[in-house]
């Protein structure tokens, strides 16, 4: 059941409640680490998941103002 949207309407719910997210993501998921970097999150760094002994990245997402010069 993937490409239904559903991931992208809850990261949306997520987003609209919260300035900052973090997740951790398997490296060898190559599909979730597109999805999310599509979304606006940026691999801060590496790890090693303590209970499963996968490698994971740290993803972050931040909600960042846009301002423009005035004229």
């Known amino acids: 059941m993937q490409s239904q949207g559903i991931g992208k ?3 949306n719910y997520a987003k609209d409640k919260r300035n900052k997210l973090y997740l951790n993501v398997y490296q ?3 599909r979730a ?3 999310y970097k599509r979304e606006g999150f940026e691999i801060q760094h590496s790890g090693l998941d303590e209970a499963t ?3 994971d990245y740290v993803m972050t997402w931040q909600y960042l103002k ?3 010069k005035s004229q």
């Open 66 to 68: 846009k301002f423009r």
């Open 33 to 35: 680490i597109s999805f």
């Open 9 to 11: 309407i809850l990261l």
């Open 28 to 30: 060898k998921n190559a």
């Open 53 to 55: 002994g996968e490698k």
